[in-house]
């Protein structure tokens, strides 16, 4: 009886977790493994300086300076596109939106500090650092230009 009661006792507890929506605007952040085929959303989303950048690079510094120059356009894409994107929000949901976007800048970054510390110690740590960092940008803004298309 007491195992019983013990168990209800942890369904109880369980239920309201299990039963909650996520937060408005929840976000989980991808990161396209090493080895891994990237999205063709996101890889369509490349400018044409970076590809060119790219079939220029000759070192591994010259491939992070690639990522640097395309991470600036890119996040300033995501900026004209919040700033396109946030008045069309309906007025009431704006400060859950403006809250979603700084939990995702706030995030960002150790995010991708995590997919480059298993290189750490290797000359690609730094490329794989910023080429998340451009990545993110870019799945941001999709993902920014998918909540007023819906």
């Not at 120059?69 to 859950?96: G, H, S, Y």
């Amino acid at each position: 009886m007491a195992h019983q009661i013990r168990i209800l006792v942890l369904l109880a507890a369980a239920v309201p977790a299990l039963t909650q929506a996520a937060p408005p605007f929840a976000y989980r952040m991808v990161q396209t493994p090493e080895e891994g085929p990237l999205d063709p959303k996101v890889e369509g989303r490349y400018t044409a300086a970076f590809t060119a950048c790219q079939k220029t690079a000759q070192t591994t510094s010259d491939n992070a300076d690639c990522f640097v120059a395309e991470f600036a356009r890119q996040d300033a894409e995501l900026n004209r596109t919040w700033q396109a994107v946030f008045p069309r929000i309906p007025a009431q949901q704006r400060p859950l939106l403006r809250a979603a976007q700084r939990r995702w800048v706030a995030a960002r970054d150790p995010f991708c500090r995590r997919q480059s510390d298993s290189f750490s110690g290797g000359t690609i740590a730094p490329v794989i650092y910023v080429s998340c960092r451009t990545e993110q940008a870019i799945r941001r803004t999709l993902w920014l230009e998918r909540l007023v298309k819906s």
